[in-house]
Every structure is written in C-alpha cells, then in structure tokens.
C-alpha cells in the first residue's frame, strides 16, 4: 500500500470566465434567433402574401396553386436553414461545454454561413416597411453575440481549459 497513488476520482478543473461568458453569449444569440423565427412564424401570412407577388412578377401569369406553393418552399426554406444553423451551433457549444475545443475550428464556418444564410433569408423574411427594422436588430445582435462568444473561445483561459482534459 502506498500513499502516492492517485485519487479514484479526476477533479475537473472549473470553467474559466472566459467560457462562462462565450456560453452566455451563445445562449442570447440564439434566443435572438429564435425571436427572429417566432416573429416570422407568427407574421406568415403576410410574408406569404408578398412573396407570391414576387414571384407572380418573376414568372406572371402562373397558376395560382404553383403560386403559393413557390412563395411557401421559398418561405418555409428560408425558416428552415436559419433554425438549422442554429441548431448546429447550440450543438457545437454543447459540444465544446464537454471541453472538445476542435469544435471551436468548425464554428468558424458555421459562423460564416450563418451570416450568407442571414443575408439570403433577409430578402424572404424581413417584413417590408418600419416592421424589418427588429429582425435587422435581433439578426445583428445575433450574430455580434455569436461571434464575441467564438472568440472567447480562443482566448488563453479557454485553450487551458479545453487542453486540461487531455491531461485527465
């Protein structure tokens, strides 16, 4: 028997501020995206309406069925693809809360989608008028949220702290 034996049980070291904060603001990213996709879940009507007169000014004379049924894939697509990024993210930050920071290196990209997503869901999920201006907001703070917590991701803290479970 001897006393320089490990313990049984590895202490995890605790969560640095850095990654505290970078998941805070991941979090309030995504309730900013969600509002987003609420607001235009909730508004539908109206968005399908609009969109059936862009697309009735693309192609006029189309049947009325092939009309709503355009404006509704364009529409529902559009939700889609935003609520799927999202999803990828809030998968990839639980990921990294299980401390695998090669994570970190695939939400750079994802980041960067989310923005070309944003930008092409804008132009079938903006309302038109004064209404647009809150999903330019929440987009905005989304994305401006999303992108300090990645980069919280990298700083010296979280590199320790992540690297510390391959020393476990």
Known sequence: MSYASPAPIVVAPPTPRSVRMARTL???????GFAV?????LTR?????????????????GDA????????????ASMGAMLLI?????AGLAIVNGRQGWVRWLMIPLLLVHVGAALVAAA????DGDGGSYVWLLWG???????AGLVLLFTPASNAWLRSRKQE
């Open 45 to 61: 009507d109206s968005h399908l309406e609009r969109l059936q007169a862009v697309v009735d000014g693309m192609s006029p004379g």
């Open 141 to 147: 703070a989304q994305l401006l949220m999303a992108f």
């Open 26 to 32: 991941w979090l309030f990213s995504f309730v900013a």
């Open 124 to 127: 079938f999920l903006v309302p």
């Open 86 to 90: 999202i999803l990828l993210e809030a």
């Open 65 to 76: 069925d092939a009309l709503s049924a355009a404006s509704a894939i364009v529409f529902w």
């Open 37 to 41: 996709l609420v607001g235009s879940f």
